[in-house]
Nanobody
Framework: QVHLVESGGGLVQAGGSLRLSCAAS????????MAWFRQAPGKERQYVAG????????DYADSVLGRFKISRDNARNFGYLQMTSLKPEDTAVYFC???????????????WGQGTQVTVSS
């Protein structure tokens, strides 16, 4: 069982930056891939970025490629999502998730945080 807690969301102007953090309750290095999803009001939860267990492989949704960077600190059991050049369409609740294998589909992940709100004003 993995308990995840996100933090770092907030209100930012378009073009600004935020860094989201995800604290894991137990050791995830060597065990779990981590990913970030987001969900805007009235929309499906969508994949944003994912990283494998040792941080050597990451990938991104086309909509955030080149603007967002996922990373992890296995020594501290933390995952991060650095977001730059934010746009109003990035506004959503952002969720951290973990699973034994990295994937892009919501149903592939068992463990989820409660989410953190990111609002980008124009």
């Amino acid at each position: 069982q993995v308990h995840l807690v996100e933090s770092g969301g907030g209100l930012v102007q378009a073009g600004g930056s935020l860094r989201l953090s995800c604290a894991a309750s137990r050791r995830t290095s060597g065990t779990y891939a981590m990913a970030w999803f987001r969900q805007a009001p009235g929309k499906e939860r969508q994949y944003v970025a994912g990283i494998n267990w040792d941080g050597s492989v990451d990938d991104y949704a086309d909509s955030v490629l080149g603007r967002f960077k996922i990373s992890r600190d296995n020594a501290r059991n933390f995952g991060y999502l650095q977001m730059t050049s934010l746009k109003p369409e990035d506004t959503a609740v952002y969720f951290c998730t973990a699973e034994s294998l990295k994937g892009r589909l919501r149903d592939e992940y068992r463990y989820w945080g409660q989410g953190t709100q990111v609002t980008v004003s124009s």
